[in-house]
């Protein structure tokens, strides 16, 4: 079965305004861009061509809806292991620290399971509330 084209063949290819939304959309949810020029009917070199800006954008949305999401978890205290995912990617935590302050040393360690994180999590909230 030939693949069915939305354009007539020997025409020029004419994005409309819909038609990059609707890529945007498309690869903001996951779609590959072979699947993305199947639905619009399209080569893919057609869809690079057109849609180059579209595809990257798309792609750089997710990947920061995505890191939102996994932020919003991090600091909400409900999720310990997206807490301790998040400074160890993003603050450059290692399982251990060495932390000097006012010339004393202190070594931080990870906790073995999350339940202490979570009551650590606890612990700092509780704390936060008498102060306010």
């Known amino acids: 079965m030939a693949k069915k084209s939305r354009i007539k063949r020997g025409q020029k290819y004419k ?3 819909d038609d990059y939304s609707k890529v945007e959309e498309m690869v903001t ?23 180059a800006h579209n595809l ?10 995505v890191a ?10 409900e999720s310990p292991s997206m807490t301790t995912f998040w400074l160890k990617t993003q603050a450059g935590w ?3 620290h060495h932390v000097v ?9 990870w906790a073995q399971d999350e339940k202490d994180i979570a009551d650590a ?9 008498k102060v306010h």
């Not at 949810?29 to 057109?50: E, F, R, W």
């Not at 990257?56 to 809806?65: N, Q």
Request: charged residues 30%; aromatic residues 6%.
């Open 56 to 65: 990257l954008v798309g792609k750089e949305k997710r990947t920061a809806r």
């Open 29 to 51: 949810i996951g779609l590959d861009q072979h699947t993305i020029s199947k639905v619009m009917g399209i080569s893919n070199a057609t869809l690079t061509k057109y849609f």
């Open 121 to 129: 999590n606890q612990m700092l909230r509780d704390k936060d509330s």
């Open 101 to 109: 302050v006012e010339d004393r040393q202190f070594d931080i360690q």
């Open 68 to 77: 939102g999401v996994a932020y919003e978890m991090a600091v909400s205290g």
């Open 15 to 17: 994005p409309s305004d």
């Open 94 to 96: 290692s399982p251990k």
